[in-house]
């Protein structure tokens, strides 16, 4: 008897559905706090840019997303708009070549408060910024292929006429997708705000004429100097260290985690490659002796 095949499940997966509507969700919810900081229709401009590079399936849509809060923040600070900022960018280079007007300001950006230190309001940006990056990766990865083509290595079974694509490369199945998985990215984007919000409210605290005190104070009585050190540098260095230091931690953690997981060859591979890459001096002279020897006297002495 012939056992009875089931039929393949030629349904579409609700995978990249998942992650199109946690990028969406997370681009409105990041729009949130620049409404409150009074940006206007303009806090809807990297919603915008990012559901537009979502929908078109760029790779280079998270970046342009970041460029659009980042040309946010640099036009508020100059008190104009993007619009106004990428037409004096324009204009400032094309100025050798053709003269043109500076424009006339047709938007305002006097109620923009984006300079404004608001631990809530960052706290529910950087999430859903985060969220929306996490998720658009995730989504490119099952769409998309992430890396690009190596046409090199492609060899087509059927021949192919020329100027036809090749065959996408293997992605991520759709099906292997699970709804856990939009939980553990929104409470790790979530919790990695959270500890980023905490980091730099502790930042701001720091005070170099207070954590200093004792090198100022041997500094001028030993040294015969005096030691100034802007609150600023100090912070950097501050937080130059903790990101340091942090990343020494979970290399090690991650490295012993990864050794746990090893198998008795594995093991003994990597062990005998530890071994060659300390003792390769010394087993190099022995075996230049060795066959120096064995070409002399036909023998290993």
């Known amino acids: 008897m012939i056992d009875e095949v089931e039929p393949l499940d030629e ?4 995978g990249p559905r998942l992650y199109l509507l946690l990028c969406l969700t997370a681009l409105m919810i990041a729009a949130l706090p620049l409404l409150a900081r009074g940006l206007g229709l303009w806090a809807f401009f990297p919603l915008g840019v990012g559901a537009g590079a979502l929908f078109l399936r760029w790779r280079v849509g998270p970046f342009l997303v970041l460029l659009s809060v980042l ?49 809530m309001l960052d706290l529910v940006f950087g999430s859903a910024m985060l969220a929306y990056l996490i998720g658009v990766f995730r989504y490119l990865g099952v769409t998309l292929n992430i890396l690009p083509i190596d046409r090199r290595n492609r060899t087509p079974k059927e021949p192919t006429t020329p100027g036809t694509p090749p065959p996408p490369e293997p992605r991520r199945s759709p099906h292997l997708i699970r709804g856990s998985e939009t939980v553990i990215v929104l409470a790790l984007a979530c919790a990695l705000s959270l500890l980023c919000v905490l980091l730099w409210e502790w930042l ?41 230091l942090g990343l020494i931690a979970v290399t090690g953690v991650l490295a012993y985690l990864g050794q746990l997981r090893m198998t008795k060859d594995e093991a003994g591979l990597y062990l005998q490659d530890e071994l060659w890459r300390q003792t390769r001096r010394e087993q190099s002279r022995i075996n230049r002796w060795l066959a120096w020897a064995r070409k002399k006297f036909g023998k290993v002495v």
Do not use: C, H
Request: proline share 5%; glycine share 4%; aromatic share 6%.
């Open 204 to 244: 701001q605290e720091r005070k170099a004429r207070y954590d200093l005190i004792t090198l100022s104070e041997l500094s001028q009585s030993q040294l015969g100097m005096r030691m100034e050190v802007s609150d600023e540098s100090w912070q950097l260095l501050l937080l130059l260290w903790g990101v340091g």
């Open 71 to 119: 040309a946010l923040i640099v036009a508020e600070r100059n008190q104009m708009t993007p619009l106004e900022l990428l037409t004096n960018v324009l204009i400032m280079l094309s100025r050798p070549f053709v003269r043109l007007r500076r424009p006339l300001p047709s938007f305002t950006t006097q109620n923009w408060r984006l300079q404004e230190a608001n631990a």
């Open 11 to 14: 349904t579409p997966a609700a």
